[in-house]
């Protein structure tokens, strides 16, 4: 298997951890995501493009949900959502710990909680690109929905308090290693968190102002300076305009075009430096078969664009 064009993985090789998961939001469906990015021939997709793919199949998560979960605060399924993100963490580091490339299929976004704290347990120093409509910054005081989803980058940054639900995380991101880019639902609790903490945002605003060219740039360079630190991915659908990508759970209209969305793959993965990324919020059972078909196929496409797949 030949090298890749990659300084911090040791092989050509991808661990896909197919997370079907929707304890941290309240829509069904959404756990649905992986076995349907599967179904539609990723695991091919990247062999084609000369990638050795690990993947054992989808875990069953729902034999970790406990018998009792009653609200934390105004947090839901808070010990159900701990429980899954501690496994999911586990696979990615391993996967990391291996020199490969950790893939993670969701599900809804609080996965991330998982995925992000498994990559900088290999990789401290990592920068986190965050592809989102939402912020998802919330603390377990700020939320009004209690919906974990919202909350996984509040945890990561050790903002969200001592919860012991979660004694398991550990505070692991710096304000100066995270990047929002597609940003246009946000609640004025997460306006303040961000502006409190100096987080660059790349919000529509500004891909309409500098092109996504100009952002995608200026992000890569915030959070890997020179290219010298891993970048970890965490991208969700609903980044891109409904129009694009019509099955996700919480779709905003006003969003990155088919083709910005696909540049920021590419740009990542010209860097180098990509070591871990997340599909998040793919939901099938969301709109018509053909917006489904719509959303998953591009979501396929999403992955292999980070992985190395060209237009030319």
Known sequence: ?????????????????????????????????????????????????????????????????????????????????????????????????????????????????????????????????????????????????????GCPVSFLLGIAGQLKEFSWVKPCLTPDRIVYIGLRDVDSGEKRILKEHGIKAFSMHEVDKYG?????????QHVSPNLSRPIHLSYDVDALDPTIAPSTGTPVRGGLTFREGHYICEAIHETGCLVSMDLMEVNPSLEDDQAVFQTVTIGCSLVRCALGETLL
């Open 1 to 149: 298997m030949s090298a890749p064009h990659n300084k911090f993985l040791k092989q050509k090789s991808v661990g896909i951890v197919g997370v079907p998961f929707s304890g941290g939001q309240p829509r069904a469906g959404v756990d649905l995501g992986p076995l349907k990015i599967i179904e539609f021939g990723l695991v091919d997709q990247l062999k084609e493009l000369d990638w050795n793919v690990k993947f054992d199949g989808h875990r069953d998560y729902s034999l970790m949900k406990p018998e009792s979960d009653p609200p934390v605060g105004k947090l839901l399924n808070a010990r159900f959502v701990s429980a899954v993100t501690e496994s999911v963490a586990t696979s990615v580091s391993t996967h990391l710990k291996e020199g490969s490339l950790a893939l993670t299929l969701g599900g809804d976004h609080s996965i991330a909680l998982g995925t992000v704290s498994g990559t900088m347990s290999v990789h401290p120093d990592a920068g986190l690109i965050w592809v989102d409509a939402h912020a998802d910054i919330n603390t377990p005081e700020s939320t009004e929905s209690g919906n974990i989803h």
């Open 212 to 220: 996504i060219a100009k952002v995608v740039e200026m992000a890569i």
